[in-house]
């Protein structure tokens, strides 16, 4: 797993265990995971998301220390680095410099009570890894079904449909709060998916990337996004149908931006982040955007790769 990713960049890795090549399985992390804990390796590197963590939890707990290098899933767990650029740098300053070491959270989501819209999440144990505060990301935090977080929801959902032109196709990205938007428009979006509605109503459900780029020529588009609670990423986590491809068609002036003040004050004032896949898009989208948080209310926040 990664020998031959890491022979293209020059390296001499020293290969352990055996796999089935293209069927690897939980178990394979694991196993390999243990044996790098008893080759006594200084760091541990594993590319996925909230399900490969839970797997190294697993396999070696707090023993190691580790860092999560995000492959573009919704992560809810504490033990990544923002970006692949993010992971590299941390671990290099913690070879170098021995960065100190902070127990994170790894967290277990329902996946099943998210796509009805609940968000049902339990601590599933620790992972122990080098801490550079702005390198490394929060643990994500889901949406409150407090009366005043669905009433900020509400909010603005108003605002947003109520600007919404008859010649405009929007793509709605993942979240609940893009879902209160469908919800007020009496359209059946998916919480997870990437929908697309126009003149109020749903002309496309659960679409995929192609299905995007096929979609778009000649026609007016937009596209809405919520970054994710704590973290702050409104592209690469989560809704990678939309593209950098697609959004390259789109343009940045229409990217619409919705979130509530609660969500962006979990953010503890941190930057609104992208990573998505492609230097030249995430370059693009820096600077600052307008954010919908609430009815005729919009903030300005800092767009940072």
């Given at each position: 797993?990664?020998e031959?990713?890491a022979?293209?960049?020059?390296l001499?890795p020293?290969?352990i265990?055996?796999i089935?090549?293209?069927k690897t399985s939980?178990?394979d992390?694991k196993?390999a995971?243990?044996?790098m804990?008893?080759?006594k390796?200084?760091?541990i590197l ?6 490969t ?5 697993d ?6 220390p580790?860092l999560?290098i ?9 033990a990544?680095?923002?970006?692949p ?7 290099a300053?913690?070879l170098?410099?021995?960065l100190?070491l902070e127990d ?14 609940r ?5 599933y ?11 490394i ?10 009366e005043?977080e669905?009433y900020?929801k509400r909010?603005v ?14 793509i709605l990205?993942?979240g609940s709060?893009t879902?209160?938007?469908?919800d007020e428009?009496g359209v059946d ?6 929908d697309v509605?126009?003149r109020?109503?749903?002309v496309?459900k659960?679409?995929?990337e ?9 026609k007016k588009?937009k596209?809405?996004?919520t970054?994710i609670?704590?973290q702050?990423?409104?592209?690469g986590?989560g809704?990678?149908?939309?593209s950098?491809?697609v ?6 002036a229409?990217v619409?931006i ?7 004050d979990s953010?503890t004032?941190k930057?609104?982040l992208v ?5 030249e898009v ?5 600077g600052?955007?307008r ?13 940072k790769?």
């Amino acid at each position: 797993m990664g020998e031959n990713e890491a022979k293209e960049c020059g390296l001499t890795p020293k290969v352990i265990g055996s796999i089935q090549s293209g069927k690897t399985s939980s178990a394979d992390t694991k196993n390999a995971a243990r044996e790098m804990e008893a080759n006594k390796v200084q760091l541990i590197l594993f590319a996925g998301g909230d399900g490969t963590a839970r797997d190294i939890c697993d396999a070696i707990d707090c023993r190691v220390p580790v860092l999560g290098i995000p492959a573009g899933v919704k992560i809810h767990s504490g033990a990544f680095a923002l970006n692949p650029a993010s992971a590299g740098e941390v671990s290099a300053k913690f070879l170098k410099e021995d960065l100190p070491l902070e127990d994170v959270e790894v967290m277990d989501i329902d996946e099943e009570a998210f796509r009805e819209g609940r968000v049902s999440a339990r601590l599933y144990g620790y992972l122990r890894v080098p801490y550079e505060r702005r390198l490394i990301q929060n643990v994500k935090v889901g949406s409150s079904r407090e009366e005043g977080e669905e009433y900020q929801k509400r909010a603005v959902a108003a605002h947003v449909t109520e600007e919404m032109e008859d010649d405009w196709y929007y793509i709605l990205g993942p979240g609940s709060t893009t879902k209160a938007i469908a919800d007020e428009l009496g359209v059946d979006k998916t919480l997870l998916g990437v929908d697309v509605v126009n003149r109020g109503k749903l002309v496309a459900k659960d679409v995929n990337e192609t299905q995007l780029i096929d979609f778009i020529p000649g026609k007016k588009v937009k596209i809405i996004v919520t970054p994710i609670g704590g973290q702050g990423f409104i592209f690469g986590r989560g809704n990678q149908q939309i593209s950098p491809a697609v959004i390259t068609k789109v343009g940045k002036a229409n990217v619409i931006i919705v979130a509530t003040r609660r969500k962006l004050d979990s953010m503890t004032g941190k930057p609104l982040l992208v990573d998505t896949g492609s230097e030249e898009v995430d370059r693009m989208l820096e600077g600052y955007m307008r954010v919908v948080a609430g009815y005729r209310e919009e903030l300005v926040k800092k767009i940072k790769r």
